[in-house]
C-alpha cells in the first residue's frame, strides 16, 4: 500500500472529521441551554423566557441542520475510504453507530420539528417535553459515537476470529461500558455546554454593547455564565479521567503528550513548557511541575509512567510475539478447518500481539520475512509525531483553565453584583466566542493523532485500513469535501450572523407589554405612602 494513500485517506477523514465537529459542540450545549430557558418560562409564565427560547432555539435550528449535513458524509467514508477497517472491525464498530442512528438520532430528528412548530399546537408543558426530548437525543447521539470511537481507542468486548479474518464482538456489555468510552462522553459533551454558554455569553454580551435587547441579554448571560461555569469544572475533572484512563490503556499516547522520552522515578514530573526534539529524543528548555503527572496519570505516588524509550523495546517484543501469532494464523488458515490442538494454542497465546505483526506490513508483505532492521522500524511507529500532540493539550488545557475563570466573573457579577458588566469585559466576551471550538478541535487533534499509527488500538494499523484507491481519486474527493464543506460553513456563518442581528424578532409586543406592566407594578410598590388629612 502506498504511503502517500494513507496520508492522503487520513487528511480527507481529518478535514471532515473537523469540519464537522465545528457544528457538534454548539448542537449539544444549545439544546440544553434552549430546554433550561423553556423549563423557566413553564415555572413562572413570564413571555421573557419564551421570547428567549425562541430566540436561542432558532440559533440552535440553524446549527442542527447543517451540523446533519456534514455528518452524513462521514460514515459513508468508512466504505469509501477504509473499506478493510469496515471489513475487520465493522461487527463492533457498526452496532453503535446503527443505534445512533436508529434511536437517538431519529428521536432528535423527529421532536426537533414539533419544537418549531408546535407552540401553538401543544400545551406548555408538552411543549418542554418535546425540547428535553430533543436536547436528550442530542447527547444519546453522541453518546453512541462516542461508545463507538472509544473503542477504537480502548478495543473491549471483542477478539479476532482467524476462520473469518474479522473481529467479532464477544460482549456488548463491555464496548457500551467502555471505560474510555464513558470518560470521552461526558469530557466531550461537558465541553460542547461549554461552547454553547461562551456562544451565548458572546452574543448576549454584544446586544447589551449595542444598547439591544437588554432584558434578553442580561437574563441569557444569567444562564449561560452558571451552566457553563458548572461544566466547564466538568471538562477539567473529566479530562484528567481521560488521561488516568490512558495511562491504563493508552501508555504511549500520554507519553508523547508529556514527551517523556524516558522512564522517570515515581511520581513523574509534569512537563509545562519544553520544545520536544523526536530526533534526539529530548526536550529542549524543559520546564516541570514536579510530582503533577505521577499525580494526574497514576493517581499515586509510587507507580511509574513509562517512558517512550521503554514503550518501544515493550512494542518490539511484541512486535516479534505477533509474528508468532501470524505464523500460527497462517497454518490455521492452510489447515482449513482441521487445527491441531497445538497450532490452536501457538495462536491463542500469541494472538494479541497480532496488530503488532501488521506493522511489518508497511515494509514487507509477510511479517514472517521481516529483517531485524524492519521488526525495529515497525516498533519505532508505534511512537506519533510528538512536538503536535505535546503543544495542542497544553493549548487545550490552558484555554480550559480561561474559560473556567471567564465564566466564574460573569456567574459573580450576575449574581452578586447587580448584573452591571464593565464594557471591557463585554468586549472581550465578545472576542473569546470562536476559543471554545479551537479548544475541541486540539482536544479531537490530541486524541486520535496521538493513537496513531493504530486505526484500532493495538489491532489494526492505519496503514493497513484504507481502500484500495489511487492518489488522484483522492485528492479530487479531498478537493469536494473541502470545497463542499467550506461553503456550508460560509451558509452557517452568514444564517447566524442574519438572524442574531435580527434578534429576537418572536413574540416582541407581548414581551414588551409585560415588561412594561411589570415596571409599572414595581414603580407603584416604590411609591411613597400617602398619609391621610387628619
Not at 42 to 57: C, D, H, L, S
Amino acid at each position: 500500500m502506498e504511503l502517500d494513500i494513507v496520508e492522503l485517506s487520513r487528511l480527507q477523514f481529518a478535514m471532515t472529521a473537523l469540519y464537522h465537529f465545528l457544528f457538534v459542540p454548539l448542537t449539544l450545549g444549545l439544546s440544553i441551554i434552549v430546554a433550561i430557558m423553556e423549563t423557566v418560562y413553564v415555572m413562572t409564565a413570564r413571555p421573557i423566557w419564551r421570547q428567549m427560547t425562541k430566540f436561542w432555539a432558532t440559533l440552535f435550528g440553524i446549527n442542527f441542520v447543517l451540523g446533519v449535513a456534514t455528518g452524513i458524509t462521514m460514515e459513508f467514508q468508512f466504505g469509501m475510504n477504509w473499506s478493510y477497517y469496515s471489513h475487520y472491525v465493522g461487527d463492533i464498530f457498526g452496532a453503535p453507530l446503527a443505534i445512533e442512528g436508529l434511536m437517538a438520532f431519529f428521536m432528535e430528528a423527529t421532536f426537533v420539528g414539533l419544537m418549531f412548530f408546535g407552540w401553538e399546537k401543544l400545551s406548555r408543558v408538552g411543549h418542554l417535553v418535546v425540547t428535553w426530548l430533543v436536547a436528550i437525543g442530542s447527547n444519546f447521539s453522541a453518546l453512541w459515537i462516542l461508545i463507538a470511537n472509544g473503542w477504537m481507542q480502548n478495543p473491549v468486548g471483542a477478539e479476532f476470529n482467524p476462520m473469518t479474518m474479522r473481529m467479532e464482538m464477544t460482549s456488548f456489555f463491555d464496548v457500551v461500558f467502555n471505560e474510555v468510552a464513558q470518560a470521552k462522553f461526558v469530557h466531550t459533551v461537558s465541553a460542547g455546554y461549554v461552547t454553547a454558554s461562551i456562544f451565548v455569553l458572546g452574543v448576549s454580551a454584544w446586544y447589551m454593547l449595542k444598547g439591544h435587547h437588554f432584558e434578553l441579554a442580561r437574563r441569557s448571560i444569567a444562564v449561560a455564565a452558571a451552566f457553563g461555569l458548572a461544566s466547564a469544572f466538568s471538562v477539567v475533572i473529566l479530562g484528567d479521567e481521560s488521561g488516568y484512563n490512558a495511562s491504563l490503556n493508552q501508555k504511549m499516547k500520554l507519553a508523547a503528550i508529556e514527551a517523556m522520552w524516558e522512564t522517570e522515578p515515581a511520581p513523574a514530573s509534569f512537563t509545562l513548557f519544553g520544545i520536544p526534539d523526536q530526533e534526539a529524543r529530548e526536550t529542549h528548555y524543559a520546564v516541570k511541575i514536579p510530582f503533577a503527572m505521577g499525580l494526574l496519570g497514576t493517581r499515586s505516588l509510587t507507580e511509574q509512567i513509562p517512558g517512550i524509550d521503554q514503550l518501544v523495546a515493550q512494542a518490539e517484543t511484541r512486535v516479534r510475539s505477533g509474528i508468532l501469532a501470524y505464523d500460527a494464523l497462517m497454518q490455521i488458515r492452510a489447515a482449513k478447518g482441521n487445527v491441531t490442538p497445538e497450532e490452536k494454542a501457538a495462536f491463542e497465546e500469541h494472538s494479541k500481539d497480532l496488530g503488532f505483526a501488521f506493522l511489518l506490513k508497511r515494509y514487507v508483505d509477510d511479517p514472517r520475512q521481516a529483517t531485524e532492521e524492519q521488526i525495529v522500524k515497525a516498533a519505532n511507529d508505534t511512537v506519533p509525531t510528538v512536538w503536535p500532540i505535546f503543544w495542542s493539550f497544553r493549548l487545550m488545557v490552558a484555554l480550559g483553565f480561561s474559560f473556567i475563570a471567564i465564566l466564574g466573573y460573569f456567574f459573580v457579577v450576575a449574581n452578586f453584583k447587580g448584573m452591571k458588566y464593565p464594557r471591557w469585559a463585554l468586549r472581550f466576551a465578545v472576542i473569546v466566542i470562536p476559543a471554545p471550538w479551537i479548544a475541541a478541535e486540539l482536544g479531537w487533534f490530541t486524541a486520535e493523532f496521538g493513537r496513531q499509527p493504530w486505526t484500532v488500538d493495538g489491532v489494526l494499523p492505519t496503514a493497513l485500513s484504507v481502500s484500495h484507491l489511487s492518489a488522484a481519486d483522492l485528492a479530487i474527493t479531498l478537493a469536494g469535501f473541502v470545497t463542499f464543506y467550506s461553503i456550508l460553513f460560509i451558509i452557517e456563518m452568514g444564517l447566524m450572523i442574519k438572524y442574531i442581528r435580527k434578534g429576537p424578532y418572536q413574540d416582541v409586543a407581548e414581551t414588551n407589554e409585560w415588561q412594561r406592566q411589570h415596571e409599572a407594578r414595581l414603580m407603584a410598590l416604590d411609591a411613597p405612602v400617602t398619609q391621610p388629612a387628619e
